[in-house]
């Protein structure tokens, strides 16, 4: 959730408060994905988008969808009906990421930014469920470690062939900054290599994969770590798309709110 702010009237969230990124897409996503939430839901209609990352509700609407928002929740059958979705969501992001990758229009930037703001509708769900179900996190392969483990490969047969292969495959991880970043140059890549390596080899963590999901607590758990690199994926496909289109990628927007 964004920065909550409670007036005697009203209910505001500002996304922009809380996540560290340089982009106002990707702060706008948080928001649409507050929007999708009640749609998901079926709940009642409380918020409305106030501005770019700022959602907005009635106070007294806010108390009431907070009350169904919980009581939906706690029913485990729903939850066992909801879950499964939130996998799809991060299906249908990849397709929209491979579809925007191939053909960078107008008309699949729109859909991938639907995509992703359909994908954020899940996200307080999922934290529901990681405050109020026991979920093992040590079987969840984390997302950053893509990277330990490109870096670790490329020390071990350098090239620069290999280097642009590294930063094509995992250079958009590094950070939800939309500006490039030190592992996109290969002069970064070079510099976090002996950085992160100096004179020793690290060990290869196992990383544990889980398949297909057959849990709540492994849908959560599967959709909490692809989310983020969906949205580094998406964000470094905006970037490049805002530059080909002379758009100023740190204010890069789109009208309406995904839906």
Not at 5 to 28: G, R
Not at 133 to 139: A, F, G, M, Q, R
Not at 211 to 218: A, R
Request: charged share 30%; net charge positive.
């Amino acid at each position: 959730m964004g920065i909550f702010i409670k007036t005697e009237e009203k209910a505001v969230f500002d996304f922009e408060l809380v996540y560290d990124t340089d982009s106002k897409i990707h702060v706008d996503w948080y928001a649409n994905g507050l929007l999708w939430e009640q749609k998901i839901l079926g709940g009642p209609t409380a918020f409305y988008k106030k501005n770019y990352g700022i959602i907005v509700a009635d106070l007294k609407e806010y108390e009431e969808y907070q009350k169904f928002f919980y009581e939906k929740l706690s029913n485990k059958t729903f939850l066992q009906e909801i879950v499964p979705k939130l996998a799809i969501s991060i299906i249908d992001v990849h397709r929209a990421c491979r579809k925007f990758e191939l053909e960078r229009t107008r008309e699949n930037a729109e859909i991938l930014h639907r995509k992703v703001s359909y994908m954020l509708g899940f996200k307080r769900v999922s934290d529901y469920c990681q405050n109020n179900i026991d979920l093992n996190k040590e079987n969840v392969p984390s997302y950053l470690l893509r990277i330990v483990q490109g870096l670790q490969r490329l020390k071990e047969h350098p090239s620069i062939e290999n280097k642009k292969i590294f930063i094509k495959r995992y250079g958009y991880l590094h950070t939800f900054k939309i500006a490039r970043n030190e592992l996109e140059t290969l002069e970064g890549v070079q510099k976090k290599i002996n950085k992160m390596f100096p004179d020793t080899v690290i060990r290869k963590r196992k990383n544990w994969g889980l398949g297909s999901p057959s849990s709540i607590g492994k849908y959560i758990l599967w959709y909490e770590e692809l989310r983020h690199v969906y949205q580094l994926r998406a964000l470094r496909n905006f970037r490049n798309y805002f530059e080909e289109i002379n758009i100023n990628i740190h204010d890069g927007l789109f009208e309406g709110d995904g839906i």
